[in-house]
């Protein structure tokens, strides 16, 4: 299975993070759900396509000390607990 994914918009409402960072933040979030969608695949209920218009995560715990990297592999994460296998 080939996946192509790319994250158009990312908001993350009351981050502060320094210049550079909301980069670093989107492009762990992209690497890190590419990888889980190859490795576990996704729910067969959206294996067709169609469009989800909210996906139920758990919570994130997030410091001053959590890295971009850290963070985006986080939120990737709670986002494929919501669309994963």
Known sequence: MNIN???ERLVLD???LGP???AKVQAAVEAELSRLLQEGGIAPGIQNGGELPS???KPLQVS???S???LG???AQ???GGIGT
């Open 73 to 75: 592999v986080q939120i």
């Open 20 to 22: 550079g960072q909301g």
């Open 5 to 7: 994914l790319h994250i």
């Open 78 to 80: 709670s986002v494929y």
């Open 55 to 57: 996906i139920r995560t």
């Open 64 to 66: 001053s000390s959590t």
């Open 68 to 70: 971009p990297n850290t």
């Open 14 to 16: 009351g981050l502060e």
